[in-house]
């Protein structure tokens, strides 16, 4: 059973940057897909930002050349780096392994952990 474990997060102001990283637990990290979520409060969890094996990335639009997902499989790690921060960032970032559907979206594989508290305000 992988276990994935989120930090970095905080209270930062507008306009500012943080690194979030996500540690899983298992020895088959480097061929799977990752993927940053987040979860606003009254909103429900969507999916941010994804990297592949082969390191291809995919962003939503709203986080698209603010946010950088990054890997290091030896570490069997994985990073989000947000920069221009907005208020409308602010929520529970989690992390998890992604799967493709018979439709070709991506969904979430691994069980939940406990996510990293990101606030964007003055």
């Known amino acids: 059973q992988v276990q994935l474990v989120e930090s970095g997060g905080g209270l930062v102001q507008p306009g500012g940057s943080l690194r979030l990283s996500c540690a899983a637990s298992?020895?088959?990290?480097?061929?799977?897909?990752m993927g940053w979520y987040r979860q606003a409060p009254g909103k429900q969890r969507e999916l941010v930002a994804h990297?592949?094996?082969?390191?291809?990335?995919g962003y939503a639009v709203s986080v698209k050349g603010r946010f950088t997902i990054s890997r290091d499989n030896a570490k069997n790690t994985v990073y989000l780096q947000m920069n221009s921060l907005k208020p409308e960032d602010t929520a529970v970032y989690y992390c998890?392994?992604?799967?493709?559907?018979?439709?070709?979206?991506?969904?979430?594989?691994?069980?939940w952990g406990q996510g990293t508290q990101v606030t964007v305000s003055l």
């Open positions: 298992g020895s088959i990290f480097s061929i799977q897909t």
């Open positions: 990297i592949t094996s082969g390191r291809n990335t």
């Open positions: 998890n392994i992604l799967k493709l559907n018979v439709i070709g979206d991506y969904y979430p594989f691994a069980s």
